[in-house]
């Protein structure tokens, strides 16, 4: 019954979103950036763009996104300085529109992390493996669960995920599987999706009711102890069942090799004068 009703909301939503999502910067920079580049993250095939607004300016940004080379060989400095640095790189022409381009500057600038304002975190700033405690992975299962509400009301994950685990609520069905998202996605691609989702049912739900960094940061280790507790399960169950076969496997040889050297003692004992 629930699942039905919650259902047909989400489709409402996906079709609502589908026709705004169109050109949101967040989807061009997911689909058409993401492979080279990351925001405050540091450096993968090109330059990590945090606050590139700040250090270029509007129109050469435009011209080096539509057409790098272009750029570069129309005498540039900047330009040719930058494919200099980055291993003469070619960054493939992106024929984008006016309008998309305004959209994923905006989404640029928008989650670069500030330097004036270091209360604003990138998410490999915000969350560490190593430091995770007890505490942060309890919070993080409440709020998944929805028994802690999210402080600015968005709606909990169980609604559409579910996660593997004793004790942890069984979630809906619309959505994946977190239980492994860590080892699929890296805690950078959980946390860029936590708060920037690029889903149209997650957007809905969270777009105009952001997570607060404590949430996301318990929600990471929350998915962080998931993932470990499942990829320590399969790994036993698979070596519990690899331990059978090899068993059973070797147990066959010794019996078939017994089996053989009854056959030939009975043979000797059979005609004991040859
Ligand atoms: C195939 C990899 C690739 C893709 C995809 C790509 N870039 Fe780049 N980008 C680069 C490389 C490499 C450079 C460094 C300049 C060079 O080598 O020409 C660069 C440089 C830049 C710069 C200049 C950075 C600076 O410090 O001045 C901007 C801005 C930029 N890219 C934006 C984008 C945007 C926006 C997208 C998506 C619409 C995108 N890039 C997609 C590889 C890529
Ligand atoms: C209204 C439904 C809804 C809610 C609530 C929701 N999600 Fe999602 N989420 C989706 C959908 C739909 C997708 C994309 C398709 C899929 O995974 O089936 C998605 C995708 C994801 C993914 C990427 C999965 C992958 O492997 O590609 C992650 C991670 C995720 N959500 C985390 C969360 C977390 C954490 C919460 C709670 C803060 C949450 N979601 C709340 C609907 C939801």
Known sequence: MINNKILKVFLIVCLFQSLEAQDSGQKIFFEK??????IGEGKRVGPDLANVHQRRDADWLVKFILSSQSLINSGDSIAAAVF???????????????SELKSVIEYISTNSPDPN???IKTPKQIFNPTVVTQAD???GKKLFEGTVEFENGGV?????HTVQLPGVFDGGTLAKDLSMAFTRLSPAGVDGIIRNPPFPAMVNSFADKPLTDQEVKDLLAFLYYSDDWNLY????????IIFLAVSIF???????FFLWKWRKV?????????
Not at 156 to 160: A, L, N
Not at 250 to 256: A, C, G, Q, T
Not at 266 to 274: A, E, F, G, I, M
Request: proline share 9%.
């Open 33 to 38: 950036c993401t492979a080279c580049h990351t």
């Open 250 to 256: 070797s147990l066959n040889i010794v019996f078939l």
């Open 266 to 274: 009975k043979k000797y004992s059979v005609n004991p004068d040859r």
């Open 156 to 160: 909990p994950c169980v609604v559409c």
């Open 117 to 119: 304002n270091p209360n």
């Open 137 to 139: 992975i309890e919070r």
């Open 233 to 240: 399960q399969n790994f036993s169950g698979n070596g519990d």
């Open 84 to 98: 200099e640095e980055n291993n003469k790189v070619i960054m493939p022409d992106q024929p984008l529109s006016e």
